[in-house]
């Protein structure tokens, strides 16, 4: 059974950055499409960016498009956000996700129907 654990979450000033981490277990990167997520209390969780199986392609939603940017490790089965000139409207718990489908695939697609999550880590942005 697949397994994502994030980490990297916390708290950073209007302006600053921080970088999220998602290590899979229990499966390899080119098996999957992976994907970050965000959710704030009382609002529906919303895609913040994803990539392909074979890391080859990204959407971003167009909030974060120049300043997050989705990367992985093969080697460390780890997919990263990293998340530059953070504003507060960015504070929420970020969840790591995939989604399974065809190996090593460049076709990517919406950022939806991801079923595997992992357990999230709040991120909050003060002014």
């Known amino acids: 059974q697949l397994q994502l654990v994030e980490s990297g979450g916390g708290l950073v000033q209007s302006g600053g950055s921080l970088r999220l981490s998602c290590r899979l277990s229990?499966?390899?990167?080119?098996?999957?499409?992976t994907g970050w997520f965000r959710q704030v209390p009382g609002k529906e969780r919303e895609a913040v960016a994803c990539?392909?199986?074979?890391?080859?392609?990204?959407n971003y939603a167009d909030s974060v498009k120049g300043r997050f940017t989705i990367s992985r490790d093969n080697a460390k089965n780890t997919v990263y956000l990293q998340m530059n000139s953070l504003k507060p409207e960015d504070t929420a718990v970020y969840f790591c996700?995939?989604?399974?489908?065809?190996?090593?695939?460049?076709?990517?697609?919406?950022?939806?129907?991801?079923?595997?999550w992992g357990q999230g880590t709040q991120v909050t942005v003060s002014s």
């Open positions: 996700a995939a989604r399974s489908g065809v190996f090593y695939t460049d076709w990517l697609g919406p950022c939806t129907d991801f079923g595997f």
């Open positions: 229990g499966g390899i990167l080119n098996s999957y499409a």
């Open positions: 990539m392909s199986s074979s890391g080859a392609t990204t």
